[in-house]
């Protein structure tokens, strides 16, 4: 954990370099499962609760993302400010592909991410990356006028989990400027072990991933946040739910900006196809 001083000279810092976003209440933070790219598209329990979401909060004045699906070697972060909307997976119709969420970028918002971040770690401000389908098949519900910014920040595969925990915490100062964190994977996503035959069978879990999902649960309830990280420990239902950490880092980011004393609560938590599940939180707010 960053000591007091080091988290009070960035507090201090970013007071400076955010004169232009304005100070807010402290924003809430979210987690989402985002499953299928074509939930962007789709009008289903899970695309209308993230809508309900959009219309139910403070309008944040930024965005901050950090998707499953955008692995680096190193942090970066997206500084371009028109980031182009990334069609990165295969086999889905073409309106998928049709799709464009024009969301300006924040190139500001980026140099105070980048600041925040290089007492830890060293962050490149990236101008190729853009918005991939983690980010804007959820954000194109919340804000379907695509007229909030949008940044994104990279997970650096080759770090464990503890390391993207301690680098979310230094991220909090930007809640309490109208930033919205937001993480996008899966709590339980093996597609390795999908149920095709039960695709249209909503709820269906194989047991071993309602072990997993219920246990997470249980453990973020109790704020033991050390076990989650330690998530290799946890036995052979964590292992077959997580067989690669990509959709699963994402909810670390989100927890590790949690205060001690702050709500949480569930939503979309389903599984679809065995092997997956929607369950997504938000903390605060």
Not at 206 to 223: G, P, Q, V, Y
Request: hydrophobic share 40%; aromatic share 10%; with cysteine.
């Amino acid at each position: 954990m960053m000591p007091l001083t080091g988290a009070a000279q960035n507090l201090n810092a970013l007071e400076k370099l955010t004169d232009e976003l304005k100070s807010t209440e402290q924003m809430p933070v979210f987690f989402f499962g985002h499953g299928s790219p074509m939930n962007a598209i789709e009008q289903n329990e899970f695309s209308e609760e993230w809508a309900r979401i959009g219309k139910s909060i403070m309008k944040p004045n930024a965005i901050l993302c950090i998707s499953a699906h955008w692995l680096t070697r190193g942090t970066f972060v997206t500084a371009m400010p028109h980031p182009k909307t990334i069609h990165d997976f295969g086999g889905f119709p073409k309106a998928l592909f049709d799709v464009q969420y024009p969301a300006p970028g924040s190139p500001q918002l980026a140099g105070e991410v980048k600041h925040l971040l290089e007492h830890g770690t060293g962050v490149g401000l990236d101008e190729g990356w853009g918005l991939d389908h983690g980010c804007w098949s959820v954000v194109k519900h919340l804000y379907p006028d695509a007229d909030v910014p949008v940044i994104q920040l990279s997970i650096d595969y080759n770090q464990p989990a503890a390391y993207h925990y301690a680098l979310a915490r230094q991220l909090a100062a930007l809640r309490k400027k109208g930033v919205l964190i937001v993480g996008s994977g899966n709590m339980v996503h093996n597609l390795g072990m999908v149920a095709w035959d039960k695709i249209q069978d909503p709820g269906f879990a194989f047991d071993w991933a309602t072990e997993a999902n219920e246990s997470m649960k249980r453990m973020i309830l109790n704020h033991d946040h050390d076990a989650l990280i330690d998530y290799r420990k946890q036995g052979r239902a964590f292992d077959l739910a997580i067989p690669t950490p990509d959709h699963y880092f994402p909810m670390l980011y989100t927890l590790a900006l949690q205060g001690k004393d702050e709500a949480l609560s569930f939503f979309n938590d389903k599984a679809v196809m065995g092997s997956l599940t929607m369950t997504s939180f938000r903390i605060g707010g």
